[in-house]
């Protein structure tokens, strides 16, 4: 194992993938001048050629429509995004062709493409650049969409996903780049797989169902949260769609009590698809209502004081898991 | 107000009116500059874009606009709302986020809308204020006041969809619409010649049928030029017109980038011999405008500047109320449930 960046470990996942399989391609905005919007692409054009590793000109849409396009004529396509909210340019191609075309045809061709691209607030970019729309994606069937909280997920997850015949969504965190975790030596070939979460943290009070950034200020209060007594159990759940539900719902058996946390607006997104599924399969395992931290149901204010008040906080957590949790748990 | 001849000294502009354009260009010059101290002093968060080196551009443009009509622009917008009237202390107040800023300091530096001088917003997603723009001539046209709109744009924004829907748009529904491309020869790192399979925007407006003309962003009196012929055929024909102004940024894209990608002598050069405010004040210096004059202006432009961070400083955050104030005219809308009261 060797300690690398959540960046590093994308990065050699791409380069690993392109050295075992010449059909890899990255196309993406400033993916080589620039070296990469968050530098993730940075020296891999030096390394492969500028025929593999293409900088686009600004256009969303033909940047996913060619991904979509040489998918199905046999390349492996990893298209960057520079950020989740640019997507919405390309979503047409995501969503009406990508997720598509497999059914519609018959099963007769298919779309074995990458779509990486960074979600999330808190630095102050403002409301069109701070969103968190997997759900959108995840609403689709025909897509696949993963969110990596570590380096670790970031390389296995990202290799796992250029291998996959379908069409992958993974979706990074801007504010995750930096963060270092343990990954496996280089030539170590090892991938995460699309449709499991892991659970990070035992704990018998209550479970912590999460993805993404979120992950780590679970962690963080569940730390806090030991302090006094309550031990939560963080559960990753890593793969929107496909969701390992199986996951949640045993951490549910074992807890009773659940608060699911994400960064993005409460209504209609994932963390209320994530209670639905749980309050369904998992009801008699329950003995207290789900609660759910989310971000505050407003465009992302710039304002720094706003902003921060915008998106879910280590307390929150906290706050919730003892709306839930009576005290009498607290041993 | 006519102009008299004795009081014409160049391109058939008054001593006044020479002036005005040279202390616009100081202000968003100094302006910029503060900003981007203030940046670095971590007074402004986000992303900072600054206009430093496309000055001439806005200017030209947008001063000969009656206040009536309507400019709407990109994330690289603070000197098109500082030439259409926005009082810098309010734009610097929008950048540090406070409440005395134009959008209250919810927007930022990305997201500057001064309603009162009909600057209407600085928008982040590349293209999307072109098709917006179409939406404003298309009332404009509806109120039939010859009122006009005028929207700005970079070079990497003309590869997105948007700019082709609008370009169509504008000229089969005969908007009165100033499309100006700021064409500063990179979309963040990415070249020009990386970018467009044609090296000029004139092949691009001709395949819409749409009047077309290419100046050198760098001399604001021939961007005003243009601009005025482009405002004229808005205003008395409702035509569209696309105007590709070419300029440079002398800064990186954003205050996060070193802007490693340009070479070195490129960005000297177009630094040391082609900055906007030194061929226009080598101009008016042969008109016959003494140097102390200019001088003067540019220290009022850094009193200006120095003003309008020590008032956004000042300022207080924005309420915490103000989180969910503004999502929606209905207040009830804005919030898709709230819990019944017991
Ligand atoms: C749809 C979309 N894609 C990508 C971005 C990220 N981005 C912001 S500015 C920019 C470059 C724009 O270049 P250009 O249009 O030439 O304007 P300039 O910055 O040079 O003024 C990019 C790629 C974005 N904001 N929106
Ligand atoms: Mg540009």
Redesign the interface.
């Known amino acids: 194992m060797r300690t690398i960046t959540y960046r590093e470990a994308l990065r050699e996942a791409m380069r690993e993938e392109m050295l075992r399989d010449e059909r890899v391609i990255v196309i993406g ?2 993916i080589d ?3 990469g ?1 968050y530098a993730v692409t940075k020296g891999l054009a030096d390394e492969f050629g500028r025929e593999r590793v293409r ?1 686009t ?5 033909v940047i996913v429509g060619a991904a979509v396009g040489a998918a199905m004529a046999g390349m492996r396509p990893v298209a960057e995004l520079m950020t989740m ?2 997507s ?2 390309a979503s047409d191609q995501i969503v009406n062709t990508a997720a598509k075309v497999r059914y519609m045809f018959g099963g007769q061709t298919h779309v074995p493409m990458v779509i990486r691209m960074p979600a999330g607030g808190g ?7 701070s969103q968190t729309l997997e759900s959108w994606y995840a609403h689709i069937p025909g897509l696949k969409v993963v969110m990596p909280a570590t380096p670790y997920d970031a390389k296995g997850m990202l290799k796992a996903a250029i291998r996959d015949e379908d069409p992958v969504l993974l979706i990074e965190h801007e504010l995750l780049y930096g963060i270092k975790g343990e990954v496996p030596d280089e030539g170590v070939d090892f991938t995460v797989p699309l449709n499991r979460g892991e659970v990070r943290r035992e704990g018998r009070d209550v479970s912590l169902i999460t993805f993404s950034r979120c992950v780590h200020l679970c962690m963080q209060a569940a730390e806090e949260l030991a302090k006094e007594g309550i031990e939560a159990e963080v559960v990753d759940m890593r793969c929107i769609r496909p969701i390992d539900l199986d996951l949640a719902l045993d951490s549910v058996k074992k807890t009773n009590r659940a608060v699911v946390v994400e960064e993005g607006w ?3 997104g994932t963390g209320q698809g994530f209670a639905a599924l749980i309050y369904e399969y998992g009801f008699d395992d329950l003995d207290a209502p789900i609660q759910h931290v989310t971000g ?4 992302a ?6 902003e921060k ?2 998106f879910p906080v280590r307390n929150d957590i906290i706050d919730a898991v003892k709306r839930i949790v009576p005290q009498r748990v607290a041993r | 107000m006519a102009i008299s001849k004795s009081d014409v000294m160049l391109a058939g502009l008054s001593r006044e009116q020479l002036l005005d354009l040279h202390a616009t260009m100081l202000l968003i010059r100094r302006f910029e500059e503060k900003a981007g101290e203030e940046y670095t002093l971590g007074k402004i ?3 900072l874009h600054l206009y430093i080196g496309q000055e001439a551009v806005a200017t030209g443009a947008i001063k000969p606009l009656r206040p009536q009509d309507v400019v709407i622009s990109s994330y690289r917008e603070h000197g098109h709302a500082l030439v259409k009237g926005s009082d810098p202390n309010a734009v610097m107040a929008e950048l540090f ?3 005395t800023g134009v ?1 209250k ?7 500057i809308f001064d309603d009162q001088h009909n600057f209407h917003g600085g ?5 999307a204020q072109m098709p917006i723009a179409c939406g404003y001539g298309l009332a404009q046209k509806f109120a039939g006041k010859g009122d006009i709109t005028m929207t700005f744009f970079g070079d ?2 003309v ?4 700019f082709h829907e609008a370009m169509n748009l504008a000229e089969l529904w005969s908007l009165p619409v100033v499309f100006i491309c700021e064409n500063n020869l990179y ?5 020009l010649a ?3 399979s044609v090296s000029s925007l004139e092949p691009r407006a001709a395949a819409y049928g749409m009047a077309y003309e290419r100046v050198d962003g760098m001399d604001v009196l021939a961007v005003r030029d243009t601009a005025i012929r482009a405002i004229d055929r808005a205003r008395n024909q409702s035509k569209p017109t696309l105007i590709e102004a070419m300029t440079y940024r002398f800064r990186g894209h954003s205050m996060a ?1 070193p802007a490693t ?1 340009r070479p070195k002598d490129e960005v000297e050069l177009w630094r040391t011999q082609r900055d906007p405010i030194v061929l226009f004040e080598q101009k008016l210096r042969e008109a016959g405008i003494d140097q102390e004059t200019l001088t003067k202006a540019d220290d009022r432009a850094i009193q200006i500047a120095d003003a309008a961070a020590a008032f956004a400083d000042s300022s207080p ?2 309420d ?1 109320s ?3 104030q503004d ?1 929606m005219i209905d207040p009830t809308g ?4 709230r819990r019944p009261r017991k």
């Open positions: 905005e400033d001048g620039y070296g919007t900088d000109p600004l256009a969303e849409e909210n640019f919405l340019l630095a102050q970019r403002g409301a069109q650049h409460k209504y209609y505050v149901d407003v465009p204010p710039y304002a720094k004081n706003l008040a915008a | 968060g986000g992303f986020g406070r409440s959008s300091g919810k927007g930022g530096s990305m997201h928008y982040a997603i590349v293209g990497g924004a590869d997105e969809g948007a979309s963040m790192g990415n070249a990386k970018a467009w980038d990608y955050f924005p915490l103000e989180l969910t999502v804005a919030i898709a449930w």
